[in-house]
């Protein structure tokens, strides 16, 4: 069974700067597209960013992609969320999901970010 955990989480200030990771186990990591989810006031996930095998990435939009960037190392089982220029809307529960077409996927418990002066 693959488990993720994402870490990095925390509170920042508008403006800051934040690292997330997400850590994999067992040997699937390389096979796996990665997307950052995170959960919006109606209780739903939504996409962040997302990178595929190949290392092909894409962003929410245009706000998301030019503040926040989306990496893996397979060598490590990790991927990783860097964001910046943080604004209080981003407060928000982030979660890690392994996916592949055709397949539930898996996800990790979640990493609280709140941005707040």
């Known amino acids: 069974q693959v488990q993720l955990v994402e870490s990095g989480g925390g509170a920042v200030q508008p403006g800051g700067s934040m690292r997330l990771s997400c850590a994999a186990s067992?040997?699937?990591?390389?096979?796996?597209?990665v997307a950052w989810y995170r959960q919006t006031p109606a209780n739903q996930r939504e996409l962040v960013a997302h990178i595929g095998t190949d290392g092909s990435t894409l962003y929410k939009d245009s706000s998301i992609k030019s503040r926040f960037t989306i990496s893996r190392d397979n060598a490590k089982n990790a991927a990783f969320l860097e964001m910046t220029n943080l604004m209080p809307g981003d407060t928000s529960v982030y979660y890690c999901h392994l996916e592949r077409s055709g397949e539930p996927g898996y996800w990790g418990q979640g990493t609280q970010v709140t941005i707040s002066s």
């Open positions: 067992g040997n699937i990591f390389s096979d796996y597209a």
